[in-house]
Structures are given as C-alpha cells and as structure tokens.
C-alpha cells in the first residue's frame, strides 16, 4: 500500500539531503519518480543540498495541481511510482490534499520533507496540513545545533543583524558560517536578512550568536533576563 511520509527539522538538519537520497534509492530499484520543490536556494526548478548535491526538479507554484499532474502523466501513459516533495512547508494546505488523494487513489508513495514552523514559531501551512494527513511524521535523528551547542529546534530570522518576530515569511537564503544569508544586498534601503538556528531558549530570549559574542556571553549564560 503507498504511503504518504512527511520527514521534518530545523533548516541544516539534512532534509534535502535525504530526499536526493530517498530519490536515488528508489530510482536504483527501478521504480520511476518525480522530484518537486518550491523556492529552493539554488534557484528554481533545482533540488539543492547543502552539500552541494543538486538534481532537476519541478517547481511547485502556488497553482500547481499535483493531482492533475500525475493523472495527465498517466494517461499519457508515463508511470509513476513515486514522488519526492522537498520544501513541501511552502505547497499550499490544497496541494497537500492532493498529494493524499495521489497516494489514496493512484497509490503512489508520496516522500514529503519540510520546515515544520517559520521564523515566527508558527507552522507553516502546508507543513500543518502534512502533519494531519500523513501516515508517517519523521523527524530527522540529524539534529542541528543552536550556538550555544544545544539542539535546535526553532529558526530564527535577523534584519541587519538584529532578531526580528515579523516579516514575510518567505525569504529564500543559504548556509554562509552561522546563518542562513538571503542573496544578494537587496534593494537600496532594505534590511539585511539572514537566519540562523536556534534552541527554544535561545530563541525566546532573542539571543543569537553574534548577539551571544557581542555580549560577552559562554555557552551556558545565566537564566534570566
């Protein structure tokens, strides 16, 4: 019986990374995919690891039906024995109806891996929606480290280096040291946006690492404030 999976974490915890690799080891057995994403690093249609791993993809816009997608496919006769669906948190909570509804009815196993909150700790829609209807929820053993060397659990985002709660919620950025750094300067008068993991206390306290040296602070700072 398909399934659908939803595989989550932090960002820097490897989600794309698996996903390359759940395609690879799928494709090695013989069944035949198809590999999604939405507003990758990389740019678009490209599924990108952070370790420099990349593959084609379709990118997923707002108005993309999966369903329809997948039934014109076979018609056509092309086959389909999976999907693998990266940075699915931004797919609309319909697109991951859809998905289901792939799974249910074509049965085609569905790999769906994603952000489970935004910088806000709100869940993103799509990934609300994954975490109602999927038959299995991982979340990945990689864990990504707050600063501090905690595991983290919360991404945080920085507007000229300072911690901000509100914003857009998608500014698409990559690795560079600490953060997550959105390309190029932006327009003249905009912020520079970047983003960086975090633990909850971390997080909640608006401390960040360049906030934690700028402040003098060890990894274990006191617990108040």
């Not at 507003?39 to 999966?66: K, P, W």
């Not at 327009?187 to 633990?199: I, M, Q, S």
Request: proline share 3%.
């Amino acid at each position: 019986m398909a399934e659908l999976h939803f595989f989550t974490g932090t960002m820097d915890s490897g989600k794309s990374t698996l996903a390359l690799q759940t395609n690879h080891n799928h494709a090695a057995r013989g069944r035949a995919g198809r590999i999604f994403t939405a507003h990758d690093r990389a740019g678009e249609a490209t599924l990108s690891s952070r370790l420099g791993l990349t593959h084609e993809a379709i990118e997923v816009q707002a108005d993309f039906d999966f369903w329809r997608y997948v039934v014109d496919s076979l018609t056509r006769g092309g086959r389909i024995d999976y999907l693998v669906c990266d940075e699915a948190q931004f797919y609309t909570a319909l697109q991951v109806e859809q998905l289901a509804k792939v799974v249910d009815e074509l049965q085609v196993d569905v790999f769906a891996f994603g952000i489970l909150t935004d910088f806000r700790t709100s869940l993103f829609p799509g990934s609300a929606r994954l975490v109602e209807l999927a038959d299995r929820t991982h979340v990945l053993q990689v864990e990504a480290l707050c600063w501090c060397g905690k595991r983290a659990t919360h991404n945080a985002r920085t507007e000229d280096g300072v911690m901000v709660l509100e914003g857009d919620v998608v500014v698409v950025g990559d690795v560079e040291g600490d953060v997550v750094v959105a390309p190029g300067p932006g327009a003249p008068g905009e912020p520079e946006v970047a983003y960086e993991v975090l633990c909850r206390q971390h997080h909640r306290r608006r401390l960040t690492a360049a906030r934690a040296r700028a402040v003098s602070l060890g990894v274990d700072p006191l617990p108040f404030g």
